[in-house]
Structures are given as C-alpha cells and as structure tokens.
C-alpha cells in the first residue's frame, strides 16, 4: 500500500525558513517523482515543486525559485522541502504527491499525481 506522510509544518516569521519532510512508504523514491503542492483558504491546490524519480531533475513554481530547494534521502525514502525566506503568501496546508506510473520529467499539475498525503500547515506570520 502506497502511503505518504508529510511533517514538519509550524509556524515561522516572515523570512523565517522551514524544513518539510515527505517520507514514503510502499515504494521507493526511484518508483515514482514526487511533487509538493500547497493549498490556502479558498484558493486552488498549486504546485510548488517536484522531483523526478531517480532525482535527475526538478521543477520548481515561480513564486518559490530561489527561496525553496527539494531534495531526496534514498535510504531514508523521504523527499524533503527547504523552504528560506518565507512570506506571510506561503502560508498554506502543504502536500506531498507521488505517480507510479508518471514517467520523464515530473510535473506540477494535481492531475499528475494520485497519491496523497494528509498535509501539514506552515504559517508564516509575525
């Protein structure tokens, strides 16, 4: 059974930074890309940033380019989000997505992934 467990979530100040962990189970980071979305009230789940299956590429959203890095930890099958200079706009529930059957590149659409975890919150306020 294919299972996602995100952490790691708080509360931060603006330009605060925050580590996020994404650790799978059921499969390995090689079966599968992983994506980060977020969700914030009332708004749309967006794509924050992916990585490919065996890590040889990733994606990263706009708005985050610069301030939000991912990166995978084979041995302990986790993807982890460094997320520096955060803004009060961060603040969302955010996820973790995996796609066993998404091949090259990953993708930041929602529809790309059908493997969910059940989210963590990071609030970004003074």
């Known amino acids: 059974q294919l299972q996602l467990v995100e952490s790691g979530g708080g509360l931060v100040q603006p330009g605060g930074s925050l580590i996020l962990s994404c650790e799978v189970s059921?499969?390995?980071?090689?079966?599968?890309?992983i994506g980060w979305f977020r969700q914030a009230p009332g708004k749309q789940r967006e794509g924050v940033s992916c990585i490919s299956r065996r890590g040889g590429s990733t994606n990263y959203a706009d708005s985050v380019k610069g301030r939000f890095t991912i990166s995978r930890d084979n041995a302990k099958n986790t993807v982890y989000l460094q997320m520096n200079s955060l803004k009060p706009e961060d603040t969302a529930v955010y996820y973790c997505?995996?796609?066993?059957?998404?091949?090259?590149?990953?993708?930041?659409?929602?529809?790309?992934?059908?493997?969910w975890g059940q989210g963590t919150q990071v609030t970004v306020s003074s």
């Open positions: 997505g995996a796609n066993p059957r998404l091949f090259g590149l990953c993708v930041l659409r929602q529809t790309g992934y059908n493997y």
């Open positions: 059921g499969f390995t980071l090689d079966d599968s890309p």
